[in-house]
């Protein structure tokens, strides 16, 4: 089970803390992270964290304001989200893949409920 928390209402310009919580799980994934899907858009793959090597990934939409975060592989998956924006507006979703490529085709294995993070004045 995936659960996503730390959602919700900032002003332009603000950052806000995502936290992803695995549990009852298998770890046969090698990539986990999060993706966002905004009302009548398609998901979007933000960011992911490679099992093997910890080492990062994240779509241009967000490189640069956004840093994804563990501190080990049993550990929770953080998303630092700073100079938001509204069209960062979207639910946020854990997720985990079997690889980045993977994860950033929106092929997941499996994610959990999202959290709301909304960005307005």
């Known amino acids: 089970q995936l659960q996503a928390s730390g959602g919700g209402l900032v002003q332009p310009g603000g950052s806000l803390r995502l936290s992803c919580a695995a549990s009852?799980?298998?770890?046969?994934?090698?990539?986990i992270g999060w993706f966002r899907q905004a009302p009548g858009k398609e998901r979007e793959a933000i960011s992911c964290?490679?099992?093997?090597?910890?080492?990062?990934q994240y779509a241009n939409s967000v490189k640069g304001r956004f840093t994804i975060s563990r501190d080990n592989a049993k550990s929770p998956v953080y998303l630092h989200m700073d100079s938001l924006k509204s069209e960062d507006t979207a639910v946020y979703y854990c997720?985990?893949?079997?690889?980045?490529?993977?994860?950033?085709?929106?092929?997941?294995?499996?994610w959990g409920q999202g959290t709301q993070v909304t960005v307005s004045s």
């Open positions: 009852g799980f298998s770890m046969d994934y090698y990539a």
């Open positions: 964290i490679k099992n093997s090597d910890g080492s990062t």
């Open positions: 997720a985990t893949a079997l690889g980045p490529s993977y994860f950033f085709r929106r092929i997941f294995n499996s």
